[in-house]
């Protein structure tokens, strides 16, 4: 949903948008722009400023986010916590900014305010992390800059490599609907470390086979393809060209 009220909070903006990670790559002056986190991550850095969250499927830390630094609050109305998140925004008289966390088909039961997270998730092909959510609806408004950081994608150094999907999230989609947003938009700033892992890549489940799963994360590490079955011309002999009829 676009907020009309918001259109004069991050008029003129340079917002640093922090993903779950602690890989932070930030510029100099960093405590003079608009600090965005997401999924209460800003809790484990309580020194750093905070202007806004974006929470998907979190709680909502009733009384630890500074009220007098806050100018809004996003939560996902189909979660479990909404209501909480909307009763916090309450009680520190700030904007709740309330979006979707899953994909739901015509007629969205929602509203057609919020379609245009259906076509976000329809343009990634997968569902979007919470942090990718964020960049799409800061960019609805009049920022001036959009500085991406503590987006690893669940990159694991020893490994050297991403994983495939996170959950519902394929990963692969999410970074690869992130860098055309970046090539797409001259407002986007990726860190160092997505400017040299953001490449394009859109590998699909199907026809494929899981070989590698971390149950516990719910993280597919590997996969291969499905060996495609070619039919022996002596198994299947083509029919005859002209049909028996039919009794």
Known sequence: MIDPNLFDVLQGERVILFGGSDNFDLPKDHNEWFHVWTNNHWLKHQSMPIQAAY?????????????????FLAGAIDSLYS??????????AVPFVPYLYKRYFKPNPYGAQFEWYNRLYADMGTQPFTAMV??????????????????????????????????????????????????????????????EHCTMERPELNGHRITEWDKETRTV???????????????????????????
Not at 55 to 71: H, K, M, Q, T, V
Not at 170 to 192: E, F, P, Q, S
Not at 221 to 243: G, M, R, S, Y
């Open 134 to 195: 964020a960049a799409h609806h800061l960019l609805f408004y009049p920022i001036h800059e959009l500085w991406i950081t503590g987006c690893t994608f669940y990159y694991d150094r020893e490994r050297q490599r991403f994983p495939i999907k996170r959950g519902p999230h394929h990963v692969g989609k999410n970074r690869d609907w992130l860098t055309r947003l970046a090539y797409g938009d001259k407002r986007v700033k990726l860190d160092g470390f997505l400017t």
């Open 221 to 247: 590490w590997a996969w291969e393809p499905i060996p495609v079955k070619v039919p022996d011309q002596n198994e299947n002999p083509p029919l005859d060209k002209e049909a028996p009829p039919i009794p």
């Open 55 to 71: 929470e998907s499927a979190a709680e909502p830390p009733l009384g630890e986010y500074p009220s007098d630094s806050i100018r």
């Open 83 to 92: 209501s909480k998140w909307q009763l916090t925004c309450d009680e520190m």
